[in-house]
């Protein structure tokens, strides 16, 4: 899978001058831990029951122009965690509206979530909604995604990135966000409507070439009363996480 994935994104790069309707990403990402919406702690302890540490990920985006407002957007993360016996895999697609004020793309994704030569597979369908604060300049964005399947809840997260030029291929960038459980771990942690989690993280964008971006990042974490499982012993505590993303463009 993974080495179809890469040939895709080769091919959509090489065909970009010809097809200029088509657009993406392809990136490789070093996390020193794996967090899955708020989630690492409890992941590593409780659900995984592995080594969660030095991760990486594998992610390719790509949206196809209809016209200016409107795009047909497909993506795919492969998470590959090498001390644990699990994966983590993404897939999704949808359709994304563009207007000078606001984007908004609405779709569908398949989450596979291997433990153990186990599969624990859902699905959800997601809306994400992103503008610009005029008053900070800030890009602030709004995600939401019911599971229609295993979880059976929903997760909404808000957040905002506000970056800065230092130099002419360096940008500093901040972004920070909170996020609220509406039952979406409650089949599995028993605890309700509840905050999830906030975060902080701090990245530097270098930009090496005209495709290809270098930015490490560095991320507080703090899990709130939706990752404390009831009557459990081990919770979701603070977290600091960093790691390393190379993304070519096309």
């Not at 900070?136 to 399947?149: G, K, P, Q, S």
């Not at 360096?170 to 771990?185: C, M």
């Not at 509840?194 to 902080?200: F, R």
């Amino acid at each position: 899978m993974k080495k179809t994935i890469i040939a895709a994104a080769t091919i959509a790069s090489l065909s970009a001058p010809a097809f200029a309707e088509l657009e993406g990403d392809l990136s490789l990402t070093y996390h020193s831990q794996f967090n899955y919406r708020g989630m690492n702690g409890l992941l590593e302890t409780g659900i995984l029951g592995g080594d969660t540490e030095n991760t990486f990920e594998t992610a390719i985006n790509a949206a196809w122009k209809l016209n200016d407002q409107w795009s047909l957007v497909a993506g795919a993360n492969i998470h590959t965690i090498p001390d644990s016996s699990a994966d983590h895999n993404r897939f999704r697609g949808g359709v994304r509206y563009t207007t000078e004020c606001y984007h908004l793309e609405l779709g569908y994704q398949r989450q596979e979530l291997d433990i153990a030569f186990t599969d624990f597979d859902t699905a959800e369908i997601y809306l994400n909604l992103g503008t610009q604060c005029p008053w900070t300049d800030a890009d602030v964005n709004l995600y939401v995604a019911h599971d229609i399947d295993l979880l059976e809840g929903t997760y909404a997260e808000l957040s905002a990135h506000k970056g800065w030029e230092l130099c002419e291929k360096s940008n500093l960038g901040l972004t920070v966000g909170v996020a609220y459980s509406f039952d979406y771990w409650d089949n599995l942690l028993g605890t309700g409507n509840d905050w999830n989690h906030a975060y902080v993280t701090l990245s530097l964008a270098y930009q090496a070439t005209e495709n290809l971006t270098l930015t490490p990042f560095v991320t507080y974490s703090q899990g709130f009363d939706a990752l404390e499982p009831v009557g459990a012993t081990v919770k979701e505590d603070d977290e600091l996480t960093f790691g390393l993303k190379a993304s070519v463009s096309f």
